[in-house]
């Protein structure tokens, strides 16, 4: 079965610096990966997907990922992080044993972004 | 403009009351989902549906129900609401191919008290 881990519940960085949140995840077959934002109060917005057609997947607001089977993995990256960042962010996995499309989500990692 | 809405956004409710969070989406999405997330928690599929007449229990056990007679409609009840159903109630919804994204509603923050 699918599974997803994310390291580190909460990164701080400063504004302009790197961000690098984690996500590795567990699957039998070639995944379907998603990363996730979600903002106070609100829903999850997708910030990029990875489908298999090209291993560095660029997404909104300046985020890319990049896929790498040989380490199970599907980092988060932003140059230069902004105020504006700061939110829960959630890897996610698609389930599609039975052509089902179920999404099994890592714990989330909360980014914070201090000036 | 295609979206996926929920009502309420809040809502505080003693205990033993029947409540019912609505979800619609104008997405024309088949697949529909219902997560519960408690704060600073990962999110639990408790619901989903395929299309119109189509439920099925999520990966987490969940004493809510819920209905799909209209595509574009997927309501949840709780027959008697307590305190351990406070939480985040998450509506999605997702095209049919397999991998598509999950499309989120905005939530319903719900209280029991």
């Known amino acids: 079965a699918q599974s997803v881990t994310q390291l580190g519940s909460h990164v701080s960085v400063s504004e302009g610096a790197l961000v690098l949140l984690r996500c590795n995840y567990s699957?039998?077959?070639?995944?379907?990966l998603f990363w996730y934002v979600q903002y106070p109060n609100q829903g999850l917005q997708l910030l990029l997907k990875y489908t298999s057609a090209a291993t560095l997947v660029k997404g909104i607001n300046g985020f890319e990922a990049e896929f790498k089977k040989s380490e199970t993995s599907f980092h988060l990256t932003k140059p230069s992080a902004h105020m504006s960042d700061a939110a829960e962010y959630f890897c996610?996995?698609?389930?599609?044993?039975?052509?089902?499309?179920?999404?099994?989500f890592g714990a989330g990692t909360r980014l914070a972004v201090h000036p | 403009e295609a979206d996926i809405y929920q009502t309420p956004r809040y809502l505080v409710i003693g205990t033993g009351k029947k409540i019912t969070l609505e979800c619609s989406q104008t997405m024309g999405h088949d697949k529909m989902y219902w997560y519960q997330q408690d704060p600073g928690m990962e999110l639990h599929l408790i619901h989903y549906s395929y299309g119109v007449n189509s439920t099925e229990k999520g990966d987490l056990s969940s004493e809510s129900t819920v209905s799909r007679i209209r595509t574009e409609h997927f309501p949840l009840t709780l027959e008697s609401a307590r305190p351990s159903h406070t939480s985040q109630y998450l509506c999605?919804?997702?095209?049919?191919?397999?991998?598509?994204?999950?499309?989120f509603g905005p939530g319903t923050r719900l209280t029991v008290l």
């Open positions: 699957s039998s077959v070639p995944p379907y």
């Open positions: 996610a996995v698609s389930d599609t044993a039975g052509g089902y499309n179920k999404l099994i």
């Open positions: 999605a919804s997702s095209e049919e191919l397999v991998g598509n994204e999950q499309f």
